[in-house]
């Protein structure tokens, strides 16, 4: 009998960063309900992460991988958001 062959788990995808940008044309609460439809983050963290990027210019939303990291970024597009996403690096 041959031993079974034993699996590899899969490898990691590298993380990448989701970057959400302030902007004048958005209010705080389309924003907030964006955060919350498009992504896991619950309403308080959306709150909070629009507040950061409302006042200091960018927040972190999420970390993930690329694939998903770019449609993020198209959804949140499709919004009139800007988002951008870069590696991360840390």
Request: no cysteine.
């Amino acid at each position: 009998t041959k031993p079974a062959p034993t699996k590899t788990p899969p490898k990691q995808l590298p993380p990448w960063k989701v970057l959400l940008h302030n902007d004048d044309e958005n209010d705080i609460l389309h924003v907030v309900e964006s955060i919350v439809m498009l992504t896991p983050l619950g309403k308080e963290e959306a709150v909070d992460k629009t507040l950061e990027a409302h006042h200091t210019g960018l927040t972190l939303l999420l970390v993930t991988h690329q694939e998903r990291a770019e449609l993020y970024k198209d959804q949140f597009t499709s919004r009139g958001l800007t988002v951008t996403i870069e590696p991360d690096e840390t």
